[in-house]
């Protein structure tokens, strides 16, 4: 093998293995991927079931019931529709009716949204970027 030919083939061999690691990124990213949704979107949307999906927007007022041991059941709403959703797990603290929250879960065989995890606001003037965006669109959220 002449040097030209050496130097070809550790060439080769490394944008092959940086091929390599680049796929594996993408399908491992991919496979993470959660797809944020508010409750209007979810009527023009096509999910797989089971598909992992993050669904935002306001707590709907009446809607909290506590059940058994740290079940929650409560409305996730944008005003326009609502989606019941199911969480078995301790709330965060600042969690409460008419509060900006972002769940992620999938969709059950009932249609419910089994939420294994939530999150709410920090503080009084912080909406998460992504309700804050949905609700701005519809006219139903004024930050002032």
Do not use: C
Not at 40 to 47: I, V
Request: charged share 25%; glycine share 12%.
């Amino acid at each position: 093998m002449t040097r030209k030919q050496k130097r070809l083939a550790v060439i080769g061999g490394g944008i092959g293995f940086l091929a390599l690691a680049t796929a594996l990124v993408f399908v491992a990213l991919g496979q993470q991927a959660s797809y944020f949704f508010m409750p209007a979107d979810l009527k023009a949307a096509t999910l797989a079931p089971g598909q992992r999906i993050r669904l935002g927007g306001l707590v709907e007022k009446g809607t909290v019931v506590r059940g058994q041991g740290t079940e929650v059941t409560f409305a996730v709403t944008d005003t326009e529709e609502s989606v019941k959703v199911v969480y078995a797990g301790i709330l965060p603290d600042l969690f409460r009716e008419e509060q900006g929250v972002i769940t992620e879960g999938s969709f059950g065989t009932d249609g419910v949204f089994r939420a294994d995890s939530v999150l709410a606001k920090h503080d009084e003037t912080y909406m998460p970027k992504e309700v804050a965006d949905g609700l701005k669109e519809k006219g139903v959220w004024n930050p002032n």
